[in-house]
């Protein structure tokens, strides 16, 4: 059971809502695989691939899977968050 929960938890996809915790989390996981989806709340293909995320995270628990809104690209500098090219409306 507790290796269950453990699985559980590696499986998740993690949140990120700095540039900095993005900067950590691949500065942590520089030796792994790091899948990384920048979405948007506003655009419903977004909402469709954070499920897909979901279900790649419990399928594959050893690849870290991130999260996080448009903007926290490294090296984008100055992209706001809700800019985001799937939805028509942004520059991204």
Do not use: I, Y
């Not at 979901?54 to 706001?80: D, I, M, R």
């Amino acid at each position: 059971m507790v290796a269950r929960a453990a699985e559980a938890a590696a499986a998740a996809v993690e949140e990120v809502s700095s540039a900095g915790q993005f900067e950590e989390l691949l500065h942590l996981k520089a030796k792994s695989l790091f899948v990384a989806h920048f979405w948007a709340p506003q655009a419903p293909q977004c909402a469709q691939m954070n499920e897909v995320m979901t279900q790649l995270a419990k399928e594959h628990p050893q690849v870290s899977f991130v999260k996080a809104p448009p903007g926290l690209e490294p090296g984008q500098g100055g992209s706001k968050a809700g800019d985001c090219s799937c939805d028509g409306g942004g520059q991204g």
